[in-house]
């Protein structure tokens, strides 16, 4: 039962590919800045990582996180009109941890110390496009879906 998350950032796709065959994918929206794996650069980290939490199961969709924590919002345009400058995260996250020290572990490079996630974003968000702040945004029914596919340890290849 391997299991395995694989992300294209030249494509902007994300694919679960479960015993060698393609179970799910979607398009993904990753860092504006491109990748990079320093801590503040607000680039989308490469190489070899684990989904090291699950955090949102049950959560409503469109319910806003802050912190890894559901604030009791349900996002809307008006909300999203309200507070321009958020970077919203919605629905469900699926925490990153890099697996290569030096690379996406430890140090300056910690994938997990800096709050890497693949998470549901606002609907108007154009998907299959640069746009994040360092972060794999993901439609919201398309998290929703993987969300229930897989298990945290599942490794997640970034490249």
Not at 22 to 45: H, L, M, N, R, Y
Not at 81 to 110: H, K, M, Y
């Amino acid at each position: 039962m391997e299991q395995q998350i694989n992300v294209d950032l030249n494509r902007q796709h994300l694919q679960l590919v479960h015993q060698g065959q393609s179970v799910f994918d979607a398009f993904i929206s990753s860092a504006k800045k491109g990748a990079g794996e320093q801590k503040g650069s607000e680039c989308t980290p490469r190489g070899r990582h684990i989904i090291r939490a699950k955090i949102g199961a049950g959560c409503a969709f469109n319910s806003v996180f802050i912190g890894r924590r559901p604030t009791g919002e349900i996002y809307c345009p008006e909300l999203g009109q309200a507070f321009p400058a958020r970077d919203w995260i919605l629905t469900r996250i699926l925490w990153l941890s890099g697996l290569q020290p030096g690379l996406n572990r430890l140090g300056q490079v910690d994938s997990m110390q800096r709050y890497i996630y693949i998470h549901g974003t606002p609907d108007s968000e154009k998907m299959g496009m640069v746009g994040s702040h360092g972060c794999l945004r993901m439609r919201n029914s398309d998290i929703v879906i993987l969300f229930d596919l897989i298990q945290t340890g599942i490794k997640v290849d970034i490249k």
